[in-house]
């Protein structure tokens, strides 16, 4: 979870395809829905276990133009942006539902919501915030689950993820595609925490306890090398012959 936050919120944008129908089946021309990420990781100074949690980190604490922007009674914040809203508490439906509305006003279609069950307490953020929100304000909402990155046990996985799903699959904010509720399973580039069978095996466990599911499945192969064609070959000091490649490792 550690990395460098980006302060507004729509961090990622990815596609699905949508065909919506006219009364009398006549088909419309289609549009992608458009769907953001939605992380729900921060807590303000009154959280009793984790003030401040992603806010801030221990390097900002000797960084000057950290400091220099520091505000009474806040933290040394990471990141080179500050909210319009000021530090905020994910738990917040009040906030939560300003970011539906900017969702809106901007064309997206629905949250992907960062899923780590109960770690940080982000579970709690999830129900207080974005999902009080999405369900006030008629927006849809989705499990972006990290989980099926960073996890230990198999069975561990396969249990909280039925867990989760029975308790917010039939929430009217809750996303549904072809009338399947919508899981989409974080993966990252260099050994992806799911194998084939691993998947095989999450999908008959997880199908089996909650019903069918649309699942999106992230997951991007790592290349050994890369390329740089002609137009940047002369910026490396290389000007002629094959493409620059790069290892990156075994």
């Not at 801030?56 to 990471?78: C, F, L, M, V």
């Not at 738990?91 to 969702?103: K, N």
């Not at 466990?205 to 002369?234: C, M, N, Q």
Request: net charge positive; proline share 7%.
């Amino acid at each position: 979870m550690r990395n460098s936050i980006a302060r507004f919120i729509f961090t990622a944008v990815l596609l699905a395809p949508l065909v919506a129908l006219r009364a009398g089946d006549a088909p419309k021309p289609s549009r992608p829905m458009l769907f953001a990420a939605y992380y729900v990781w921060y807590h303000t100074g009154d959280h009793p276990r984790q003030p401040w949690l992603h806010w801030t980190y221990p390097a900002a604490g000797t960084n000057a133009s950290a400091q220099k922007d520091r505000r009474p009674g806040e933290p040394a914040i990471a990141g080179a942006a500050r909210p319009l809203a000021g530090l905020y508490d994910s738990a917040d439906s009040t906030i939560a539902e300003w970011h539906v509305r900017l969702a809106k006003s901007a064309g997206i279609d629905a949250f992907l919501v960062s899923w780590w069950d109960t770690v940080n307490d982000l579970d709690k953020s999830f129900e207080r915030g974005i999902l009080a929100a999405a369900v006030k304000q008629g927006f849809k909402i989705a499990l972006l689950d990290e989980r099926a990155q960073f996890h230990d046990k198999l069975d561990d996985y396969e249990a909280m993820l039925s867990r989760a799903l029975r308790k917010y699959k039939d929430s009217p904010a809750y996303l549904r595609l072809e009338g399947k509720p919508v899981v989409y399973l974080y993966q990252v580039a260099v050994k992806p925490g799911l194998t084939t069978a691993d998947f095989t095996a999450l999908k008959k466990h997880v199908e089996g306890e909650v019903g069918a599911i649309y699942w999106i499945v992230d997951k991007v192969e790592r290349r050994t090398e890369l390329r740089f064609w002609p137009a940047s070959r002369a910026a490396c000091g290389k000007t002629s012959g094959s493409p620059l490649e790069i290892p990156l490792g075994p």
